[in-house]
């Protein structure tokens, strides 16, 4: 049996472009994202810094398994706008990516096949302005733990060179790590035996470790 692929392509930064016809500036915003909050968060900044645009269409993809998107016309006719900007990430084969562009209208209609190849155009200057890479796919857990058990959790994740993505040591100490897809079931069983401080054979038997509780938050 073939081991299921973690890895797909993405774009490292934000970038931009740029495409003009018959007066109207098309001007796109690529940004890499992890979850649809950051979708609003770029929209928002978008529309701040062109507040005087006519339109700020959008299409962005997330994941590799093709279901999360959206394609958004913003008032242009439907169609013409958010679907050529998707195109675009998918003729890229990027995803985690979000792709923003905005209209200054230059006083003539470009008509429906006008449109379409505007906003294709900008769409794909901008990813052409990217520099896109090779990314492995992975969970995203976070660490709850009593501070009893912080010793056994720094240890862990010194010894198994875990990636901390964020942490916070309020009430309860909390910690974010980033985990190989295709090993993260193995990795977890081997912190749960650090922390729990048990043999590996010895960690499916175990209904919970007392004050320490992991949960998936997102795949990035």
């Known amino acids: 049996m073939s081991t299921p692929k973690d890895t797909y392509q993405t774009i490292r930064a934000e970038s931009s472009g740029e495409f003009r016809d018959k ?9 890499p994202i992890e979850k649809e909050e950051d979708i609003e968060n770029y929209l928002a900044e978008v529309r701040k810094l062109h507040q005087k645009a006519r339109h700020h269409c959008y299409g962005w993809r ?16 439907s169609g013409t706008a958010g679907r050529p900007i ?9 995803t985690n990516v979000i792709i923003i562009v905005v209209r200054y209208f230059g006083g003539t209609l470009l008509g429906t096949s006008g ?18 890479y090779e990314r492995v796919l992975e969970d995203v ?23 901390v993505v964020q942490q916070d040591f309020g009430h309860t100490g909390q910690m974010d790590i980033a985990l190989r897809q295709s090993e993260a079931q193995s990795t977890l ?18 209904e919970s470790i007392e004050g320490f509780d992991i949960t998936l938050q997102y795949t990035r």
Do not use: C, H, W
């Open 23 to 31: 007066g109207s500036k098309f001007l796109a915003y690529a940004y």
């Open 62 to 77: 997330l994941g590799t398994d093709g279901n999360a998107f959206r394609a958004n016309d913003d008032g242009e006719p």
């Open 86 to 94: 998707l195109g675009q990430i998918d003729s890229f084969e990027v």
């Open 115 to 132: 449109l379409i190849n505007a906003y294709k155009t900008a769409a794909a200057t901008a990813l052409d302005a990217a520099d896109i």
């Open 141 to 163: 857990y976070r660490l709850t733990f009593d501070y009893s058990n912080l010793p056994q959790v720094m240890t862990a994740v010194s010894k198994l060179n875990l990636q």
């Open 189 to 206: 069983q081997q912190l749960k035996a650090l922390v729990a401080e048990v043999y590996l054979e010895e960690v499916d038997a175990l």
